[in-house]
């Protein structure tokens, strides 16, 4: 049994160096490809987050703010057509219409 007993150590310690090898290696490549990875970001045109947000924010109210514009220029457009449409009086038919007394021409009027 004694004698087994060593060979089962050695291959325990053997297993135990080779784990040992495997997760060193394992650091070792993920700290490569971190590197990699910050070089191939570094090398692309990127924006923090912060400063993405604050940008989408002023493109929602410029957004905002044009729809809200659109929506007046609308109405000042069909104000400007009913203008348009409007029949436009002529001297003849002016003339032909009663003025309505002005709130001097009743003054005078009812002054005794």
Same mark, same amino acid.
């Given at each position: 049994? #004694?004698? #087994? ?19 060193g290696l ?8 971190? #590197? #990699? ?76």
């Amino acid at each position: 049994m #004694q004698n #087994q007993n060593p060979f089962f150590e050695d291959i325990a310690r053997v297993a135990s160096g080779a784990m040992g090898a495997l997760s060193g290696l394992r650091a070792e490549m993920e700290a490569m490809l971190r #590197q #990699q990875m910050e070089r191939f970001t570094s090398g692309l045109d990127l924006v923090p987050r912060e400063e993405f947000d604050v940008v989408q924010a002023m493109a929602q109210k410029a957004r905002q703010e044009q729809e809200a514009l659109a929506v007046r220029v609308a109405a000042l457009e069909a104000q400007l057509a009913a203008l348009a449409a409007a029949p436009k009086a002529t001297p003849a038919t002016a003339a032909a219409k009663p003025k309505a007394p002005t709130a001097k021409a009743v003054k005078a009027k009812t002054k005794p």
